[in-house]
């Protein structure tokens, strides 16, 4: 979840919400990989998730990296509740699961380094404590009320308002984790074909990455349920924005459809101002029922901004939202398998070619079929399986143009951190497969085994 946004002047022309995100733009050069990880935390004994407070918990693991490893403090009303350091940030999601939001970095070497070392920061403290983490898509057995909710104002609110709306905002809070990863554009033009991309394939990555078949100590039917979370959280923010694949889509467009999001909340003085449900359109004209007669600032655009959750999410740079959370492998899987994606000219030209043909009624198909299949889904004509494939060789050819060594040179570029993801299309299996196979064979049903043989 995101930070509080800073820095941003008071809104004086409607211009100003596309031109904020138009700002984004930035020449090839300068494109970079913002890598986000999330994780569950459990104390090793009981495998009950981490409460924020005591020492087993989320406020002593934050306390360890700060004071052992270098991480500055990030505060809300007294409490810890984030680190940050060297343009990358840890947070909290509101159930207590562990995030690190990476620094913006040019290669895929340079984002596994930092997801290893944070990794290894991490068990240097958990172990000591008696703390385990864990990379899935879903809490396999935690119900509802064994969730924490951490002592951010910005969850407080939202789980408010997920109880008011949809069916699984609350699921999704508390007990679901992703990877994602965030990337540049370099024009409008540019944005646009890498936002129809990034939304027609996020299936995809749903698919390959699929690592939640358990929910509630069951076999839930689903090979990613985090993907069916989502689908029932809350209609005005979610989706696969089918506006974005229509003539003259662009920044204004985009900003429109933030417009039309209800609002959450305005963050002022250190506090979060109810706002739950008003229009962000009144708050243009200073009619804000939560702030009467104030205009809004950037900061405030910015802040409403992170309050939308689309497959693909537009800010100054491109989220792809679509994937799991899982082993160690696939946390540097995700950005080589999109950065080969959208990179490289040549890589997004074929990519798009490929889903061009799709209509918005295929593309929601897809979403469903991968979060309940993965790569057995079928949709029509198309063929997860088959389509992975094609892409993995499409993601590949781009990495290999990029051509970024790594390892002093001795490793020519970045393909080699797709062979977790090409394992997958081999077999024909991902994550939730291998997952299903332990629980039905060597686990002999008892779920428990998930926490000793997959965690980090």
Known sequence: MSIPQSGGGPIEHHAQLAEYLAEGCKPK??????TEHEKFGYCKDTLRPLPYDGPRSIR??????RDRHGWSPVTEGGKLIGLEKDGANVSLEPGGALELSGAPLETIHETCDEVNEHLR??????????VGFIGLGAAPIWQHDEMPLMPKGRYKLMDAYMQRVGTMGTTMMRRTCTVQVNLDFGSE???VKKMRVALALQPVATALFANSPFFEGKVNGHKSWRARVWRDLDADRTGMLPF?????????RYAEYALDVPMYFVYRDGKYVDALGQSFRDFLKGELPALPGEMPTLSDWA??????FPEARLKKFIEMRGADGGPWRRLCALPAFWVGLMYDQGALDAAWDLVKGWDAETRDALRIAASVDGLQAQVGGVNMHDLSREVLTIAEAGLKARACP???GLIPDETHFLNALKESVETGKVPADELLDRYNGDWGGDLSRIYGDYSY
Not at 121 to 130: F, H, L, N, P, R
Not at 244 to 252: A, Q, T, Y
């Open 29 to 34: 050069a300068d494109w970079r990989i913002g």
């Open 60 to 65: 002593a693991v934050l306390e360890g990296l």
């Open 121 to 130: 920061e991490v068990k240097d403290i958990a172990d000591e404590i008696g």
């Open 189 to 191: 033009a540019d944005m």
């Open 244 to 252: 974005v694949f229509e003539d003259g889509f662009g920044f204004e």
């Open 303 to 308: 802040d409403h901004l992170t309050t939308i």
């Open 406 to 408: 790594g390892a002093g």
